[in-house]
């Protein structure tokens, strides 16, 4: 059995093997496709596989759709070559569920796979017709949050960059510069409307992806290699949207053991690659069940009815409240929980710490009696019903082989947003304030006791990576387990307001955070007590 056109003829072979197939006519999809496009998509990653191509193909299976994706990959070339066109396009998805069972599924939504490569004719040439189609609808993207980054982290353009502001949309190097210069070519043939459809999980990722593209309008403009009315047609809504998406679904690299379930299934050529840019690709893809994707609805060119497949459509002020009740309320302050406490307690995986009862109940502390309270429901989704299936579903799946000690990274750069929020809506006005709040001081204080360094059996461990940790270390570098912190020492590091959101001792909480700290560098297992204390 293989992955392609050919090997597919033999459906009953894949549906004993326990597959679901495409139900759909490809060969008609794919004329259709080619003919009159709706949606190409930017970056041939995990994500898209497994949640935009398979949201498509269950609309082409139940006959809502007649037109399939394109997709087109412009950082790693190579995945077109050896993934897609070595499978005629399909791909194959494990879902794994939170019971321990799996759902195996070939997908073949995709009809076209291009790569955004100006120096490669054909490709270019194709995409070229494809942005003029009147049929065009969405260029939707999942660059990863870098992807729409024009300077370094001092502010210096990047040298691709540069060369294309100076030289014009002819033949781009950049990535944005590539995407801009198909877009240029929509202007030159009619200034047809389009979304540009951000599905990064990033903050804002509409603004970051229109104030990339609008640099470029902006430069090719002034240096008379675009007409005046490029910057125009960008800039307007009526022609050019970038709508804001929240999207959360775990896609992890390709697992072994999944290559060897497939293997047993008779199926050959399961055998990741790795590029010459360090890619680590294969022909199937693993995610866990649990997908979302929110989607401001500003589409001028207008838009199939994508909610049948989940899809959910809406404001762009409800967009931003589903971020914010995911990001500090729903499910990134619990994942930090988690991180502090997982290495404070020897995890290295975190299903694994949803089988401590421990630290479930300091879960629920945080997203069920504090969050709760004061999250704004974004009316879309409901934070009660994410909360239960974050704690109940997706943390403890054991084919998510996520641990602590990555989600640790960063965690000074994080708690601003995924805690601080919280206490400001408990100190507003009109509120109770914030001095009755016990969990999320519990995790600040936590924190701290994880910058020592030292977990709770009195062992050494390595921090994981903070652009802070040279600056915050001091604060509590010279505490000794069964000693006691020296108040006045951290005190500056609690009044910090662009670490913990607010001044601790201002919102009444910094005692707390002390008090519980102490409790934790008693001596050994003192984590451990402290959290069954809570």
Not at 123 to 141: H, Y
Not at 288 to 316: K, Q, W
Not at 428 to 440: H, K, V
Request: aromatic share 10%; hydrophobic share 40%; glycine share 8%.
């Amino acid at each position: 059995m293989r992955l392609n056109e050919e090997g597919l003829k033999n459906k009953q072979k894949w549906e004993e093997a326990g597959f679901c197939l495409p139900l759909f006519n490809r060969k008609e999809v794919l004329a259709e496709t080619r003919a009159n496009p709706f949606w190409i998509h930017f970056g041939a990653g995990n994500l898209f596989r497994a949640f935009q191509a398979n949201a498509v193909q269950n609309l082409l299976n139940e006959g809502k759709l007649r037109k399939g994706l394109i997709v087109a990959e412009g950082f790693d070339y190579e995945i077109i070559e050896k993934i897609n066109h070595a499978h005629d396009n399909y791909s194959i998805l494990v879902t794994l569920k939170a019971d321990g069972s799996i759902e195996k599924t070939v997908v073949g939504s995709v009809m076209e796979s291009l790569t955004l490569d100006s120096k490669n004719k054909a490709d270019f040439d194709r995409l070229k017709e494809i942005f003029c189609a009147d049929s065009l609808q969405m260029a939707s993207f999942t660059i990863t949050e870098k992807g729409y980054s024009l300077t370094s982290p001092n502010g210096e353009p990047f040298p691709l960059v540069l060369e294309d502001f100076k030289n014009g949309p002819a033949h781009p190097a950049s990535y944005i510069g590539k995407v801009t210069s198909l877009l240029y070519t929509r202007f030159q043939n009619g200034q047809k409307p389009l979304a540009l459809v951000s599905m990064d999980n990033c903050s804002h990722n509409g603004d970051r992806l229109y104030e990339a593209v609008l640099a470029f309008a902006r430069q090719w403009v002034e240096n008379k290699a675009a007409d005046a009315g490029f910057l125009d047609y960008v800039a307007s809504k009526k022609k050019i949207s970038f709508p804001c998406t929240m999207i959360d679904k775990i896609t992890p690299r390709p697992d072994l053991s999944i290559e060897k379930i497939l293997k047993k299934d008779g199926i050959e050529g399961m055998e990741p690659v790795v590029t010459a840019k360090n890619t680590y690709a294969a022909p199937f893809v693993n995610a866990e069940e649990c997908e979302y994707l929110v989607i401001e609805d500003a589409f001028p060119n207008g838009r199939e009815d994508l909610t049948a497949c989940g899809f959910m459509f809406t404001s762009r002020e409800t967009v931003d409240k589903v971020e914010r009740m995911k990001v500090c309320t729903c499910l990134n302050p619990l994942h930090t929980a988690l991180a502090v406490f997982g290495c404070l307690l020897g995890y290295t995986s975190i299903y694994k710490e949803m089988q401590d009862k421990d630290l479930r109940k300091l879960l629920e502390g945080i997203g069920y009696t504090e969050g709760l309270p004061v999250v704004v429901n974004p009316g879309v989704l409901d934070p009660k019903q994410f909360i239960d299936t974050v704690i109940n579903i997706r943390f403890p799946n054991p084919f998510m082989p996520d641990t602590p000690q990555r989600i640790a990274t960063d965690t000074s750069q994080k708690l601003a947003v995924r805690f601080g929020e919280t206490i400001k809506a408990y100190t507003a006005p009109g509120m109770r304030g914030a001095e009755g709040l016990s969990y999320i001081p519990f995790v600040f204080a936590g924190w701290l006791r994880y910058l020592m360094g030292i977990d709770d059996e009195g062992n050494t461990f390595t921090l994981s990576p903070d652009p802070l940790l040279e600056d915050i270390r001091p604060f509590v570098k010279d505490i000794q387990l069964g000693g006691r912190a020296d108040i006045k020492r951290i005190e500056p590091l609690l009044r910090n307001a662009k670490i913990f959101g607010v001044d601790l001792y201002e919102a009444g909480l910094a005692e707390k955070v002390e008090n519980y700290f102490n409790e934790m560098c008693k001596g050994k297992h003192a984590v451990r007590k402290a959290l069954r204390n809570l």
